[in-house]
């Protein structure tokens, strides 16, 4: 199948065939991890965005049209999930400014402190609603600030299992976070990071 061309690929592949899949996924892997490494310079960040990108691709699988190559495609995911990526993670900036805060507070404006608390409540609120596994890989991962080798030994579970559940969790926050409004919360990392003087 190495021999065949990613339109004949995705035909096989919309048929439901699994090592057509596979070929694709192998001919593109390193291109577009070595993209996405390049603009997020996190190894774990990098083999998450990668791995959600396969897996949308094979849920959309009867929807995606290949021309040609699926490259273009690819790279436009890659894109779009990089830049979620960047917002996500300046919606973390603006949680973390505010754990900040409660070690060493800085005079902010009453309202600025109410809307980083109330964003903080939202964060736990999302967190709370995972599985209680999942929380817990993602608190050590995150709060604690674990590598996935060094969960997966605490909590007797695979490396990729504790990369699983960390995705897992990141992608439930980024979809709840992305129907926030992106303006507020660049407005409260602004003020959290550079308050007036």
């Known amino acids: 199948m190495k021999h065949f061309t990613d339109q004949e690929l995705m035909a096989l592949v919309q048929a439901g065939e699994e090592q057509a899949f596979a070929v694709l996924a192998r001919r593109y892997q390193e291109t577009l991890y070595r993209h996405i490494y390049q603009r997020l310079g996190d190894e774990e960040d990098a083999k998450d965005i990668l791995q959600n990108i396969y897996v949308s691709l094979w849920n959309n699988r009867h929807t995606v049209q290949v021309t040609d190559s699926l490259l273009p495609y690819l790279s436009r995911s890659a894109r779009f999930s990089v830049i979620n990526e960047y917002l996500f993670r300046k919606k973390r900036l603006a949680f973390e400014a505010y754990a900040a805060l409660l070690i060493e507070p800085v005079s902010l404006p009453q309202e600025d402190i109410l809307i980083a608390e109330e964003l903080q409540q939202e964060f736990e609120q999302q967190l709370l609603k995972m599985p209680g596994a999942v929380q817990e ?6 709060q604690e600030g674990l590598s996935s080798r060094e969960i997966a030994l605490r909590l007797d579970l695979t490396e990729q ?8 969790a990141l992608r439930s926050l980024r979809g709840h976070l992305a129907k926030k409004d992106v303006a507020l919360l660049l407005f409260v990392a602004s003020a959290v990071l550079f308050p007036e003087q």
């Open 161 to 168: 299992t504790v990369r699983n559940y960390i995705s897992t």
């Open 137 to 142: 890989v993602f608190r050590l991962s995150r």
